[in-house]
């Protein structure tokens, strides 16, 4: 079984699920909040296998900035696709979707909006930090 065939079969009832030689864990954190983490505390997630509830191009960005080798999204959007192939990362997904949309259901969702015009992930993940921070204060 490959790093993403393990990704994918650990992922159900979880939001992420990483792996690489065969060694997985997983995170319930919501959204794009479990990379932002993991990436905030400069853990190597570099050659390592990922599958996720929606990947959209904010999640992809953090893949990209963390190295990650692969990437399985249950919902996937155009956007995020275009830049996970754009880097040479491998993908697949179960359902593919023009776009991500926001938790009330009413418009895009604010992290994709954060990025919609950046190109370079490392000031996506700054753009990303940021957004989540503005949010979190906001509640």
């Not at 919609?116 to 204060?137: M, P, Q």
Request: proline share 2%; aromatic share 6%; charged share 25%.
């Amino acid at each position: 079984m490959t790093d993403l065939e393990t990704a994918k079969a650990h992922l159900s009832g979880h939001s992420l699920c990483l792996c690489k030689d065969g060694a997985w864990f997983i995170d319930d954190g919501r959204g794009i909040s479990p990379m932002l983490r993991l990436l905030g505390e400069n853990r190597d997630l570099r050659g390592y296998a990922a599958a996720d509830i929606i990947v959209g191009k904010a999640a992809a960005m953090l893949f990209v900035k963390a190295g990650i080798a692969a990437v399985y999204g249950e919902v996937m959007s155009e956007a995020g696709r275009a830049y996970l192939e754009a880097h040479g990362i491998p993908c697949a997904f179960g359902t593919q979707t023009k776009s991500i949309i926001n938790r009330k259901g009413d418009g895009i969702c604010p992290m994709e909006q954060a990025v919609a015009e950046l190109d370079d992930a490392d000031e996506g993940y700054a753009a990303l930090r940021d957004k989540l921070n503005s949010l979190k204060n906001k509640a």
